[in-house]
């Protein structure tokens, strides 16, 4: 719970600071592609660590599911913080 409190947070101050519109498209493409490296990665990992197959691909699985969702809540507070900008700063 702390930790998505945390992501938002750090995208809202994200989304504040820099100035215009961001590119929220090609914010999720670089999420996912950094979510399906990382599942990989540790899917293999986990594969050779004597752990088996299935454990392997399933936590690669899961891993790809938890940064898609958190690059979901990283992309609410840009948007918010676009939002806030754009009021603030007229």
Not at 41 to 53: Q, S, V, W, Y
């Amino acid at each position: 719970m702390w930790f998505e409190l945390l992501i938002l947070i750090i995208g809202l101050v994200y989304g504040f600071l820099h100035r215009g519109k961001e590119g929220y498209w090609g914010l999720l493409k670089t999420g996912i592609i950094i979510g399906v490296i990382l599942a990989i990665i540790l899917g293999i990992i986990a594969m050779f660590t004597g752990i088996g197959l299935v454990a392997g691909i399933a936590g690669g699985v899961g891993i790809l599911i938890g940064v898609i969702i958190l690059v979901i809540i990283f992309l609410v507070g840009a948007f918010i913080g676009d939002f806030l900008e754009g009021k603030l700063r007229k």
